[in-house]
């Protein structure tokens, strides 16, 4: 097991920022893939960020380009996601995840099925 542990979340108006925190134990960050995921209301779990073991690659959800950054402390074993010019349709819970199978490609990082371990997650609402 990969214990995460998300923290960070909270209520902020439109444009303001957030950070969110993904704190591991047990493993080492420095050896998993790690993403965020999110899910709204009513609706499904859904891509927002993901970086490589070595943070030299990352992805974004095409609606977050731009706006949050994915960032890894290897050091620090955690991952963080810093958001900003957030607006009320990025109000969703959010979840850390993360694995340690050799893959390479988009692939591997932005679907719910390439990630073993997940957090309890962490809720973010944007107020208009």
């Known amino acids: 097991q990969v214990p995460l542990v998300e923290s960070g979340g909270g209520l902020v108006q439109a444009g303001g920022s957030l950070s969110l925190s993904c704190a591991a134990s047990g493993r080492t960050v420095s050896s998993h893939r790690m993403g965020w995921f999110r899910q709204a209301p009513g609706k499904e779990r859904e891509f927002v960020a993901a970086?490589?073991?070595?943070?030299?690659?990352?992805y974004y959800a095409d609606s977050v380009k731009g706006r949050f950054t994915i960032s890894r402390d290897n050091a620090k074993n955690t991952v963080s996601l810093q958001m900003n010019s957030l607006k009320p349709e990025d109000t969703a819970v959010y979840y850390c995840?993360?694995?340690?199978?050799?893959?390479?490609?988009?692939?591997?990082?932005?679907?719910?099925?390439?990630?073993?371990?997940w957090g309890q997650g962490t809720q973010v609402t944007v107020s208009s």
């Open positions: 970086i490589s073991l070595s943070g030299g690659t990352t």
């Open positions: 995840a993360a694995d340690i199978k050799y893959c390479v490609g988009r692939r591997c990082y932005v679907g719910e099925l390439s990630y073993d371990y």
